[in-house]
């Protein structure tokens, strides 16, 4: 089961963009995430299509399972 935490940010011109991170450490810290995330956009090393990133939006751990099936 594949794990990514989706950080999702407000952007200048009204819009959401997201990062994501791979295989989060958990449990997750809610405090920890947005301190992470307020960080980013303080550190205005993103610039996203949808503008540049101005508020924290949310967060969440999105999983993800895949079967495979042998075709015969």
Do not use: C, H, W
């Not at 989060?24 to 920890?32: M, S, T, V």
């Amino acid at each position: 089961m594949a794990k990514t935490l989706e950080l999702q940010f407000v952007t200048d011109l009204g819009k959401t963009t997201k990062l994501t991170v791979d295989n989060p450490k958990e449990p997750i810290d809610p405090a920890a995430v947005k301190l992470a995330m307020e960080q980013i956009i303080a550190s205005n090393a993103f610039q996203s299509n949808n503008g540049t990133l101005v508020s924290v939006g949310s967060a969440r751990v999105v999983e993800r399972n895949v079967t495979e099936y042998e075709l015969v």
